[in-house]
């Protein structure tokens, strides 16, 4: 598990240049303004599934620290219609109940921002990264039986949130945002039903060189229309994916595979993408047993599936989102659909690296590393 963090890691934060398109229509115009902040958080968890009902009522809180950089140009703004401002945050968690402990989260922020008026501004933002958390289940202790949520003490998680920004003076301003948070191992270990909380959150932002996002005016064309379709093989690879049920008992496993699919721009920081997957593991077939003597989902060894979704094009980074169905048979289970959501980084104009996760309804089923090629 440390190796896989410390790779994902650095292919998450290569790069500081996330809006530096391969392109020739973009040219920043001016250099990132160095951004600073401090922020609390306050909420409730979530009870998505009756195997975390104990930690129902409990009221998480923390606060945290970023360091970011704010693109202000005129060039950026061509680009993408906002402002972006992307960075490190480092955040510490309490969840309000001893089933859960705390956690520490190290994660890499995207978050545009659209001008409203001199002193208000609106945004939303993705974060990726990793958390350590100091309560795991153990089998040996009463009260950490309980924690169904995770099993690991470093686990991946993800936050989305949206909010505004309010400017209080020359170089301060108020960000105030609802965020929804999850941390998950993607079946590295189980049990895993994975911790989601809502939260919402104060920030106070300090920019050295002026608060206010300058008023622009965005050109209407669209250069990106004419681009033709991308066509992309990639290779897959999961180090350990573990099953339960009781078809499938508890099996931990490799994965490896690879896909092909096709891509098309459809906006400025929009694309469509359409493709093939397919990965062999050492699952075997389900066995016939007395609770469940025959299963139209018998599964194989080798999977694969069909998919279709949306990309955002975010420069060097590419984060998509799609949606499945399986075309082999699959472990009884799971669902025939499936979500999958990748995010890869461009060395080149050719070669991408990243990784993904993948997940039925509310199941998560593995996280991959992915090399990609572009034909």
């Not at 202000?72 to 969840?95: E, M, N, V, W």
């Not at 686990?155 to 999850?182: C, E, M, T, V, W």
């Not at 911790?195 to 959150?201: E, R």
């Not at 989902?297 to 990309?311: D, R």
Request: with cysteine; glycine share 8%.
């Amino acid at each position: 598990m440390l190796h896989k963090t410390l790779l994902l890691v650095l292919i998450s934060t290569v790069a500081t240049s996330c809006f530096a398109q391969l392109t020739p229509e973009y040219k920043k115009s001016s250099p990132a303004e160095t951004v600073f902040g401090f922020r609390s958080d306050y909420g409730s968890t979530i009870v998505h599934t009756p195997a975390v009902k104990p930690i129902g009522g409990a009221r998480p809180f923390g606060f945290g620290f970023e360091y970011s950089k704010q693109a202000k140009d005129s060039a950026t703004y061509h680009l993408c219609s906002a402002f972006p401002r992307i960075g490190l945050q480092l955040q510490y968690f309490h969840y309000g109940t001893p089933i859960l402990g705390n956690s520490y989260l190290a994660s890499y922020f995207i978050q545009p921002v659209y001008r409203l008026s001199n002193r208000i501004n609106f945004f939303y933002r993705a974060s990726f990264g990793f958390s350590y958390s100091d309560n795991p289940f153990n089998p040996n202790s009463k009260i950490d039986t309980l924690n169904q949520n995770y099993s690991l003490h470093i686990n991946p998680n993800l936050q989305l949130a949206s909010g505004f920004g309010y400017r209080l003076s020359k170089n301060f301003s108020l960000d105030i945002s609802g965020n929804f948070n999850h941390i998950s191992n993607g079946n590295v270990k189980r049990p895993n039903r994975g911790l989601n909380w809502v939260t919402g959150s104060l920030s106070l932002i300090y920019d050295p060189s002026g608060a206010q996002l300058p008023n622009l005016h965005r050109v209407h064309d669209k250069y990106w229309a004419n681009r033709p379709w991308h066509y992309t093989a990639g290779l897959l690879y999961v180090a350990k994916q573990d099953y339960a049920g009781f078809t499938a008992a508890y099996q931990r496993l490799y994965a490896a595979g690879g896909s092909f699919e096709a891509s098309k721009q459809i906006g400025r920081i929009h694309g469509f993408v359409a493709g093939i997957q397919a990965y062999y593991n050492s699952l075997k077939t389900d066995p016939p047993n007395d609770v469940v003597p025959y299963s139209p989902l018998k599964h194989s060894s080798v999977q694969a599936g069909i998919y279709a979704g949306h990309e955002f094009l975010m420069g060097r980074f590419i984060f998509s989102q799609v949606l499945g169905v399986y075309i082999t048979p699959h472990p009884a289970i799971y669902t025939n659909l499936f979500h999958q959501h990748t995010l890869r980084y461009l060395i080149d104009t050719h070669w991408q690296a990243g990784f993904g996760f993948r997940a039925h309804e509310s199941d998560a089923d593995f996280i991959c590393l992915n090399a990609f090629y572009r034909l």
